[in-house]
């Protein structure tokens, strides 16, 4: 049983190693890890180099970094599971983060996220059937002297109402 | 680097400054409104009026009243014009010349300003946060000089001591008691960590800090590392806070070119090496001993304490951690002498505080103000009072870890006792105004959602007692509990406070708490009639169907 175990996770990572060799991401990803010296203590600014390239964290990427930092599977996964920042789903073609932080939150954010939940028909950390819109929410962007803000494709825009953000995402769609 | 390479750098800036400055606030608020293009276009405008000898546009970091952004500075005639766009960025040139603007001006001198004393943010808004020569030229990396060659490492930790600097962070533990703690315990290697992991939501001057003077944190830093013995140091930084980082990256290589930063610094024996570390999203992670596991590249779980990371710190060796706000007031007190420093502010609270001032007040924005200075000069002065005619029911200060003061209270002065003293903290400074229309129950309920979904879960009172109060604090909400609900809410907070591992949950319960104290009512007005109700002991389930009218 436990040798069986140990056979499948080899093949696994083999598996992700292969399909590493044919991408030029994974080399990105290799250099980044290299100038860190391959150091266990780099996990973090390596899972956030690795999202950045790959969109997000998946299990083949997972064990290619834990097999190139020698560390246990288990570890990477759980620190990519601990932190809000990662993500293990694919994200659609476009992102809003609403922030409810408490400036924006007391400023009607949550207006504004139940009107785009309504409008898309997703909750938080969910994206559209149609991959179109992922929808998130921030703690806080700490853009607290312009609230409420919500960030659009990475775009942090100040006084927003629950009319502007459906027209954003409502504009999203016609494309 | 020597010191007159210093000097020649000030007088080489300082001779080349041209005779108007137009500064652009570019800090993250005013970047999101355009203030890139604004900039863009002010430069045009300036070569095209063929004032590049006589007019310099000057990217700078924030100016502090962020609701009327973007912000542009013109000095001489010490104008601030606001909510400029690319469009009317140009006929701020012309005003120059003596043409006219449409562009809107406030006040400099109004209350807002006038009010506001400034130590940390006094170079925020003034020099341009991506040049080292800015900084050098407003005295900047002197205060580390002169504790390098005029002072012993426990003279520089003794007159920490005598300035009564207080963490800013929150919990406010003095600051020289740390550094001589850290400075006495014995290590082969010692570490010196910038705590930017600016979680609570609410808040953002150390956002702003670094964003707009980056170079006085690291200054602070290298003193710190000089007074305790370390010869690294982290930055432990948001990730949500892209510009901060990308200004972090560019001070640390500019100073590392000067020879700021690196070996032999200013000729001297000491050596000192600053990185980044880039956070992930987990508030858990301003706690310090959560922090250093995530600095080591682990889960930001914290541990017990003790042993404190002063003397078992980052890889079991010695760390002194503190808060951004902290090392910016470091350079200014050992430019400046500890004896000024500790002349402002009260008697056990000494220096500034900066506040992120939001939610429904008129002015939002950064404030600096000395300690002791009262919450209604800040609300009602500073701030204008609530917008559109509201009434200003509570200010919320410390986040979730702190509470809410109702308006009765204004005249308290902002220290780290009196907040106590009110069931809030002083915490990191934000300062989130609150109005009639805002729900009080519903804000505790808020923050408890926060505390449930930021606990790490390695504690039983935190991770279990958070989400037992949340389903409580919801129940109440959907007027589905009975007073049974509310007795048994009060249990919980006061058992999660004093059982968790650490501060995140041992502070969780205060946002409810504090509500609890000043309006009980709006708590007992969703309660069910019958008192006793149906809920029973250990029933946290919502009962079915309860008056749902």
Redesign the interface.
């Known amino acids: 049983m436990v040798a069986t175990m140990a056979r499948k996770k080899q093949g696994r990572l083999r598996a992700a190693l292969e399909h590493a060799s044919g991408d030029n991401r994974f080399k990105i990803l290799e250099v980044q890890m290299k100038k860190h010296q391959f150091r266990q203590d780099a996990l973090i600014e390596v899972l956030h180099k690795a999202q950045e390239l790959f969109g997000c964290l998946e299990d083949d990427l997972l064990l290619f970094v834990a097999s190139k930092l020698k560390l246990p599977p288990s570890r990477v996964y759980g620190v990519a599971t601990f932190y809000h920042f990662f993500t293990l789903k694919p994200q659609g073609r476009h992102t809003c983060v609403v922030c409810m932080g408490t400036a924006c939150y007391v400023k009607g954010a949550d207006k504004i996220l139940a009107a785009v939940e309504e409008e898309t028909k997703i909750k938080p950390g969910e994206t559209t059937p149609d991959n179109r819109v992922s929808l998130l929410t921030a703690r806080c962007i700490g853009a607290c002297g312009i609230a409420p803000a919500v960030v659009y494709d990475g775009r942090v825009t100040a006084r927003q109402t629950a009319g502007a953000a459906l027209d954003q995402i409502r504009n999203w769609g016609a494309k | 680097m020597i010191h007159s390479d210093l000097l020649q750098i000030k007088a080489k800036e300082l001779a080349g400054r041209k005779k108007i400055t137009l500064r652009c606030c570019m800090a993250?608020?005013c970047?999101?409104?355009g203030a890139q293009d604004i900039k863009q276009q002010l430069e045009q405008a300036v070569a095209a009026a063929g004032l590049q000898d006589t007019v310099e546009v000057r990217r700078v970091g924030c100016m502090k009243l962020?609701?009327e952004?973007p912000l542009v500075q013109a000095d001489p005639p010490n104008a601030l014009y606001v909510r400029v766009t690319p469009e009317t960025a140009p006929s701020l040139i012309a005003a120059l010349q003596g043409g006219r603007t449409e562009v809107a001006q406030t006040d400099p001198e109004a209350a807002f300003f006038k009010r506001q004393l400034f130590i940390v943010l006094a170079n925020s808004g003034v020099i341009d946060p991506e040049r080292i020569e800015c900084y050098i030229a407003a005295d900047g990396y002197q205060a580390l000089h002169e504790v390098l060659h005029e002072m012993a490492p426990k003279d520089v930790v003794a007159a920490m001591v005598q300035s009564g600097l207080r963490g800013r962070g929150g919990a406010g533990f003095p600051t020289g008691l740390k550094w001589g703690t850290v400075a006495k315990s014995p290590g082969a290697k010692k570490y010196v960590i910038c705590n930017a992991d600016?979680?609570?939501?609410?808040?953002?001057m150390d956002?702003s800090v670094l964003e707009s003077d980056p170079h006085s944190v690291l200054e602070g830093m290298a003193i710190a590392a000089y007074a305790v013995g370390a010869d690294q140091g982290f930055i432990y930084v948001?990730?949500?806070?892209p510009l901060a980082i990308s200004r972090l990256q560019i001070a640390i290589r500019q100073a590392k070119q000067m020879g700021l930063l690196g070996a032999g610094i200013f000729e001297s024996p000491f050596h000192f090496n600053v990185d980044l570390?880039?956070?992930?999203?987990?508030?858990v992670c301003g706690e310090e001993t959560a922090l250093m596991a995530?600095?080591?590249?682990?889960?930001?779980a914290p541990r017990p304490r003790p042993p404190f990371p002063a003397e078992s710190g980052l890889w079991g060796f010695p760390t002194l951690i503190n808060n951004v706000e902290t090392f910016a007031n470091v350079p200014p007190i050992y430019r400046r002498g500890a004896e000024w420093f500790a002349g402002i502010g009260t008697e056990k609270s000494k220096g500034t505080k900066v506040f992120?001032l939001?939610?429904?007040i008129k002015n939002?924005?950064?404030i600096e103000v000395p300690m002791g200075t009262p919450l209604r000069v800040i609300v009602e002065e500073m701030g204008g009072g609530a917008p559109n005619g509201g009434q200003i029911k509570a200010v919320?200060t410390g986040?979730p870890s702190g509470g809410c003061i109702p308006a009765r209270h204004l005249d308290t002065p902002v220290d780290y006792e009196s907040l106590g003293k009110l069931g809030s903290i002083m915490g990191s400074g934000?300062m989130?105004v609150?109005d009639n229309d805002?729900n009080m129950v519903e804000?505790a309920r808020?923050?408890m959602e926060?505390c449930m979904d930021?606990s790490?879960g390695k504690c039983i009172p935190c991770r279990a007692g958070t989400a037992q109060m949340h389903h409580l604090l919801d129940k109440i909400i959907r007027r589905q509990a009975a007073a049974s609900d509310l007795a048994k809410l009060e249990e919980l907070c006061d058992m999660v406070k004093s059982t968790s591992l650490c501060g995140l949950g041992q502070t969780a319960p205060n946002p409810t708490l504090s509500t609890l104290r000043f309006f009980r009512h709006e708590y007992e007005a969703l309660l069910l009639a019958q008192a006793g109700g149906p809920s029973g002991h250990g029933d946290l389930n919502p009962p079915p169907a309860a008056a749902a009218t």
């Open positions: 993250a608020g970047m999101s409104s962020c609701c952004g600016e979680g609570d939501p609410g808040a953002f956002r948001r990730a949500e806070y570390r880039i956070g992930a999203g987990a508030f995530s600095v080591e590249g682990k889960r930001g992120a939001a939610g429904k939002t924005g950064l919320q986040g934000g989130i609150m805002t804000i808020f923050f926060f930021e790490c």
